[in-house]
């Protein structure tokens, strides 16, 4: 038998936590947390726009550290 606890529930709807936060407070963190999400899915993705624009004579070393900092 599986005692993994099945945990479902609707997207944009905050019930309560482990953490015994208020809800207006959780809310509030998570606002905080989407936020700083989508900002590291801007800069993923603005890395990787100069990984594959990069031109010039540094082309390779620049090209190869983009692609690295893009995969951590
Ligand atoms: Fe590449």
């Known amino acids: ?3 993994q606890k099945k ?3 609707s997207a944009g709807t905050v ?3 482990a953490l015994r936060l ?5 809310e509030q963190i998570i606002d905080a947390l989407n936020t ?3 900002d ?3 800069l993923y993705h603005q890395l990787h726009k ?3 624009n990069v031109e010039g004579a540094e082309f390779r070393d ?3 550290f983009l692609q690295q900092v893009t995969r951590t």
């Open 62 to 64: 620049i090209h190869v």
């Open 7 to 9: 945990s479902q529930q």
């Open 22 to 26: 208020e809800k207006e407070k959780a």
């Open 36 to 38: 700083d999400l989508a």
């Open 40 to 42: 590291a899915y801007v």
């Open 50 to 52: 100069h990984h594959w």
């Open 1 to 3: 038998m599986s005692s």
């Open 15 to 17: 019930e309560e936590n």
